[in-house]
Each structure stands twice: as C-alpha cells, then as structure tokens.
C-alpha cells in the first residue's frame, strides 16, 4: 500500500522535475538569461515561490536542469547502442538516412543540442556530465560502424561524431540548403571509412601525390 508520505514524495519530484522541464524549455527560447524564478515558475504552471522551495538560486537551477537534459540524453543513446540492429545497415544509404534526420530534427533543434551541450561542458561541475554525453554517441557511431563491417572502430567513431558536430554548427548558417549538408555529411563519413579501410600507408601514399595547383 503506497502511503502519504510516498505520495507526496512522488509529487514532490514530479513538480521538481517539471520545474526543470519549464527551464530547458526557456533555454531553448533565449538561453541562460532567460531563466528565471518567475519565469520557470510560470513556464511551469506553479506559484512564483516554487522554484526557490527546491533550488537555492538560479544557478543551481540551470545547472541541475542542464545536468538532467544531458543524463536522459546518454540514457537514450545508451539504450539505442543496446539495440539489436538486425536490419541490414550500408553506407550507400547513408545520405538518404541523414536527410530524414534532418528533415525530423531542423537546424533549430541542432542548435538547442549545440548550446545545451557547450553550456554543459563549460560549467566545471558537469563537463563530466558532458564527456559521459559524448562518449554514449561515440558508442553509438562504433555500434553502427561495426555493423556495416568497420573493424577497430572506436577513432573512426570519434571522426564521425566530429564530423557530425561540425555539420550542426554549420547548418545554423544556412549557407547549404539541408539536402545538401546531407551530402556533404554522407560523402565526409563515408571518407572516414575509406580512409580506416584502405590503412594509413595507403592513405599517405595517395596523399604524396597530390600536387600543388599551378598559380
């Protein structure tokens, strides 16, 4: 039998947890500076007071609200790098499948994860909130690069996730119509892959004879 006191331990978290949800959803609006008391409070639907009740100041708040952000972030990557990937995955599908990505998550939601995560890693107390974030994605990349038959491919993962941050921070510019950052994205990784698969020799020696343009 669930007892009172359970019970209003339960609302007491669910309220905290809101609290936190109303001010990841302010960040997404205009950053740390639009986080405040009232304004948490009233995203939440709760009495100005509430926030002070379960956070000592703001700063706490943004932090405690970032930190969750980032951990349900790793848990969702965790769970996805868990999954069984039985469906045939191939490289030759790979931009087709990153402009459904984009077409689902616009530039907008590249640039809420770009400022959650940089505003994460530059607070002391969560850059390992943060690392722990980047190594579940990286986890994920070496789980799908594995299944398309790249071996050894923990520093190819690493290049992906690199290449797959740039092309974010990129698409805030809109200088690239998405269908194309797309492609730029499929041929980069797919140059990673390559490059891993043919050995570093082969890649020097193909590199030795490039030759500079004539001026």
């Known amino acids: 039998m669930v007892t009172r006191a359970q019970l209003s331990q339960e609302r007491s978290r669910l309220r905290r947890d809101e609290l936190l949800a109303a001010a990841i959803d302010l960040f997404a609006d205009g950053g740390a500076r639009a986080i ?11 009495p100005s007071a509430t926030t002070t009740y379960y956070f000592e100041s703001i700063d706490e708040l943004i932090r405690e609200a970032l930190g969750a952000h980032v951990r349900k972030w790793s848990s969702e990557l965790d769970a996805l790098s868990a999954v069984d990937m039985s469906a045939d995955v191939s490289l030759d599908q790979a931009a087709d499948f990153i402009a459904r990505v984009f077409e689902r998550r616009g530039p907008e939601v590249a640039a809420l994860h770009l ?53 974010a921070l990129r698409r805030q510019s809109g200088v690239y119509p998405e269908e194309t950052e797309a492609r730029f994205l499929s041929t980069a990784i797919r140059g990673v892959v390559a490059a891993h698969a043919i050995g570093p020799e082969a890649v020097t020696t193909a590199l030795s004879g490039l030759k500079p343009a004539a001026s």
Request: proline letters at 2%.
């Open 36 to 46: 405040t008391h009232r304004a948490v409070a009233a995203r939440a639907g709760l």
């Open 115 to 167: 400022s959650i995560f940089l505003a994460t890693a530059r607070d002391p107390r969560l850059c390992d909130v943060a690392g722990d974030a980047l190594r579940s994605l990286e986890r994920l990349a070496t789980v799908v690069l594995t299944k398309v038959g790249v071996e050894g491919s923990d520093e190819v993962a690493a290049a992906v996730v690199a290449l797959i941050a740039g092309t």
